[in-house]
């Protein structure tokens, strides 16, 4: 089973600064794809960074020079430096990975629980 715990989230002023991490743990071979995702409350869950194995990373254009994602192979990790934040940036925070869990090379999603961002003064 995998697990993906992330941690970070909180209350922020405008224009402030947050990291979140999210880490997988369990039994599996390898991640590919690891990301973020929010949904504020009322819409739709949207995309908004995602970073490849090689550490090629895809941002939406509402956070495009505010949020850096990385992440680190060997921990399993994936972060995001979130700047210069505004109260639309409120949502609960989801981390993604497409994890290969056995020997076939599929890759299968896995979600995080969600940590909750708050951008308000």
């Known amino acids: 089973q995998v697990q993906l715990v992330e941690s970070g989230g909180g209350l922020v002023q405008p224009g402030g600064s947050l990291r979140l991490s999210c880490a997988a743990s369990?039994?599996?071979?390898?991640?590919?794809?690891m990301g973020w995702y929010r949904q504020a409350p009322g819409k739709q869950r949207e995309l908004v960074t995602t970073?490849?194995?090689?550490?090629?990373?895809n941002y939406a254009d509402s956070v495009k020079g505010r949020f850096t994602i990385s992440r680190d192979n060997d921990k399993n990790t994936v972060y995001l430096q979130m700047n210069s934040l505004k109260p639309e940036d409120t949502a609960v925070y989801y981390c993604?990975?497409?994890?290969?869990?056995?020997?076939?090379?599929?890759?299968?999603?896995?979600w995080g629980q969600g940590t909750q961002v708050i951008v308000s003064s």
């Open positions: 993604k990975a497409d994890v290969r869990v056995g020997i076939p090379l599929i890759f299968t999603p896995y």
């Open positions: 970073i490849i194995s090689t550490g090629i990373p």
């Open positions: 369990g039994r599996f071979f390898s991640i590919n794809a």
